[in-house]
């Protein structure tokens, strides 16, 4: 499936300069430490500190998921998550051939076909939650729920309730996001973690399907609410049509880099913009800084807008049914023009977000 044209869509600078700052907040107050240390960072392109490698310019991210030799289940990665809280053999922790043919079945999972099969699950949630805008409030942190258990029940074959499929998926990500991210570990949190994992496989058909359902549910619930904030304090509902809508999506996802960053492990001696990157190095490549989103427009070329999907064998497969659901999200809303009355962001989760946000209609109503 092809990327939409991701050129910026015109807003007033008072208004964007409004939505990038309640967009930060959602950072700052979700991981504060970390986010400040990265924003203290961002101007090098590569940072040593000890063993950890901070990754921050687009080229660079993309020699590092592209060029390095990466230990695919090393504790602290995604795939070292997975092997940890599964049996193992998810498409995270595979490698070699293994790995690339797993990703050929996902990549022909959530092609074109599976758009076409899975998006009128997701439009009928649409058609029934949003005209409450009509005349009350509607809570985008409870619809992307909806909208990602659905998505993913329709994915694995989960015959399970959407609903608790998305939330057993959330609290896995968020039992297991110590292992994601740079701190202390809690005492009890593998426990936690485990019981988590467990509690979600049971609702699957395939426990192989687990990290799946974890990626789905986590960034649609991340992306979606941060996308209609960022559409509303940007005051571009006006511009949302048909024809706008995926170019739109695919700039807002820029904009938010929901899965802001991507933990890896080196697993042979390399070099990064010329530096030097040893065996068993950490690697935090900074998704949100690769994609410029602290910056209005991206660079030139495709590099900084799929950089929120990853790079070459390492991208997300599911980066045209994420853009595709976002669009038809803004088109369901923009009728509305919805204005944000609550936000309140999610100190738990395992990627930035909100535990709420609440809209209420702009639209003018006449008579």
Sequence with gaps: MTSPPTRAVPAPAAASRAARRRDRRVYL??????????????RRPVVRLGRTVLVHDTDAYREVLTRVPLDRTAPGTTGGAAAELTDGGLLFDQEGSEHRAARRVLAGDLGAGALDRIRPHWQA??????????????ELVDLALELAG???AALTDSDACPRALARAAAETAAAAAADHLPGPRRPGRR??????????????PDPLDAMLAVAAVNTTVAALPRAVAWCADAALWPTVDASTAPRLAAELLRLTAPSPLLPRVAAADATVAGRPVRAGDRLVLVARH?????????????AAAQAVFGA????CPGAGLARAQLADVLLALAPYRPVVTRARVDRRAALPGYAELAVRSGARRCG
Excluded: E, M
């Design 29 to 42: 107050r979700s991981h504060p430490v970390l986010f400040a240390l990265l924003c203290a960072t961002r």
């Design 290 to 302: 690769a994609a410029r989103a602290h910056r209005t427009t991206p660079a030139p070329g495709p």
């Design 150 to 152: 659905v998505t993913t």
């Design 191 to 204: 426990t936690d973690a485990t019981t988590a994992a467990t509690g979600l496989t049971a609702l699957l």
């Design 125 to 138: 949630v649409l058609a029934d939650r949003v005209p409450a805008l009509a005349t009350g409030r509607l």
């Design 312 to 315: 070459g064998p390492h991208a």
